[in-house]
C-alpha cells in the first residue's frame, strides 16, 4: 500500500521558505496526482496545489505567488516550496495521493 | 471558489442515536466527499463521491445529496465514531473544504 511521509524543519523565521519533502513508498510518483494540503491552528484546512504523474503542476489561487511543487522521480519525492512565509502560514502540511492516502503531516511553525 | 458550509459545528449524540450533517456548497457540485479525522492523525477519506464508503467504513455510514445540499448520516452512533468530518468538493478547483463539524459521544 503506498505510504506518504512528510518531513523538514519545524521551525521557520518570517519572510524566509517554507521546504517540505514528500517520500512516496509502495507507489511511484509518476502515476496519479500529488497534492499539498495544511490545516491551520483554527482546523480549517486548504488545498494548496498538485504534481501530476507528468510533472505538470497546479496551484491554489490565493498561493500562487509564493508556491512551487516539484519533484524528483529518481528519489520518489516530492517538494513543498511556499515563499515569504509569515505567522499565517503556521500550520500542519499533509501530502497526499490523490485525496485518499494522506501522509502523518508535519508541523511548522513560523515565528521569529 | 465555492464556498462550504456545514452545520452543525458542534454536536453530540447519545450511542445509538441517529446523526446527521450536512455540508451546503455556495455553487452546484456535482459529487461531495467527507473525511473523517480524529485527534493526532491525518484525515481519512470516508466518504466519496457522495455516497460511497471508504474502505473499511462501517454500514452505519451514508451520504446523499446533490447541487448544493448534501449530507452525512450515522444511522447508530457508536464510541469509535467520535471525531470531526470535513465535507470537501472537487468539481472546481480549487478543491475547498468545509469548517468540519465535531461530533462528541454524549
Known amino acids: 500500500e503506498v505510504q506518504l511521509q512528510e518531513s523538514g524543519p519545524s521551525l521557520v523565521k518570517p519572510s524566509q521558505t517554507l521546504s517540505l519533502t514528500c517520500s512516496v513508498t509502495?507507489?511511484?510518483?509518476?502515476?496519479?496526482?500529488w497534492n499539498w494540503i495544511r490545516k491551520f491552528p483554527g482546523n480549517k484546512l486548504e488545498y494548496m496545489g498538485y504534481?501530476?504523474?507528468?510533472?505538470?503542476?497546479y496551484y491554489n489561487p490565493s498561493l500562487k505567488s509564493r508556491i512551487s511543487i516539484t519533484r524528483d522521480t529518481s528519489k520518489n519525492q516530492y517538494y513543498l516550496q511556499l515563499n515569504s512565509v509569515t505567522t499565517e502560514d503556521t500550520a500542519t502540511y499533509y501530502c497526499?495521493?490523490?485525496?485518499?492516502?494522506w501522509g502523518q503531516g508535519t508541523s511548522v511553525t513560523v515565528s521569529s | 471558489q465555492i464556498v462550504l458550509t456545514q452545520s452543525p459545528a458542534i454536536m453530540s449524540a447519545s450511542p445509538g442515536e441517529k446523526v446527521t450533517i450536512t455540508c451546503s456548497a455556495s455553487?452546484?457540485?456535482?459529487?461531495m466527499h467527507w473525511f473523517q479525522q480524529k485527534p493526532g492523525t491525518s484525515p481519512k477519506l470516508w466518504i466519496y463521491s457522495t455516497s460511497n464508503l471508504a474502505s473499511g467504513v462501517p454500514a452505519r455510514f451514508s451520504g446523499s445529496g446533490s447541487g448544493t445540499s448534501y449530507s452525512l448520516t450515522i444511522s447508530r452512533m457508536e464510541a469509535e465514531d467520535a471525531a470531526t468530518y470535513y465535507c470537501q468538493q472537487r468539481s472546481s478547483y480549487p478543491p475547498t473544504f468545509g469548517a468540519g463539524t465535531k461530533l462528541e459521544l454524549k
Open positions: 509502495g507507489d511511484s510518483i509518476t502515476s496519479g496526482y
Open positions: 455553487s452546484s457540485v456535482s459529487y
Open positions: 504534481i501530476s504523474y507528468s510533472g505538470s503542476t
Open positions: 497526499a495521493r490523490e485525496h485518499s492516502h
